[in-house]
């Protein structure tokens, strides 16, 4: 944060695996903006087409795999310590 310029503009693109400590004292200061992305906006569609075209298989992504009832501890399981899954896949019906 502190390598930004004044006005400049902090994009968070992914979900950091621990918490991050924002000085909000600092970037008001400094008028930094804070913006986070899952850079999933325009990606959807140009993806879900590859899937469908066999260009790309979404399997190597996923990394675990549970049934519907487990969804919610899984959840709070991710949120706690995601350690290195990438995708987890909640199976419905399973």
Do not use: C, W
Not at 18 to 25: L, Q
């Amino acid at each position: 944060m502190e390598m930004t310029k004044r006005g400049g503009r902090i994009v968070v693109a992914s979900i950091p695996k621990k918490p991050v400590p924002v000085d909000a004292g600092r970037m008001v200061i400094y008028e930094r903006s804070l913006i986070g992305a899952l850079a999933y906006h325009n990606d959807l569609p140009r993806v879900a087409a590859m899937i469908a075209a066999g260009q790309l298989s979404p399997e190597a992504m996923i990394t675990r795999r549970v049934p519907l009832a487990e969804a919610p501890a899984e959840i709070a399981r991710l949120a706690e310590d995601p350690g290195d899954d990438v995708k987890v896949l909640v199976e419905v019906g399973a």
